[in-house]
């Protein structure tokens, strides 16, 4: 079982910028696809960004351009840059990691971005 942790959460201004990182207890090679959701107040967990084991990005319309998702196989870690944040990128985000048939979820950090 994989295990996740993630971290780098915090408050920022609206404009400023955020790195999460997601490392895993194991190596993230042969892992499909890992990636980050996140949930805002009050609403349903809703996809952020993902990579695959080829290195393939997709991104949520409303964060394109402004995320930017990658992964470090030798540290077992991926990484979320967040820059030109809004307060509505206000939420708890989590990092997923897929194996067929499974997900694995961590625990979320919680982002706030203030006006």
């Known amino acids: 079982q994989v295990q996740l942790v993630e971290s780098g959460g915090g408050l920022v201004q609206a404009g400023g910028s955020l790195r999460l990182s997601c490392a895993a207890s194991?190596?993230?090679?042969?892992?499909?696809?890992m990636g980050w959701y996140r949930q805002p107040p009050g609403k349903q967990r809703e996809l952020v960004a993902t990579i695959t084991r080829g290195g393939m990005l997709n991104y949520a319309n409303s964060v394109k351009g402004r995320f930017t998702i990658s992964r470090d196989n030798a540290k077992n870690t991926v990484y979320l840059q967040m820059n030109s944040l809004k307060p509505e990128d206000t939420a708890a985000y989590y990092c997923?990691?897929?194996?067929?048939?499974?997900?694995?979820w961590g625990n979320g950090t919680l982002v706030t971005v203030s006006s």
């Open positions: 194991e190596s993230i090679f042969s892992i499909n696809f």
């Open positions: 997923i990691a897929n194996r067929p048939g499974m997900n694995y």
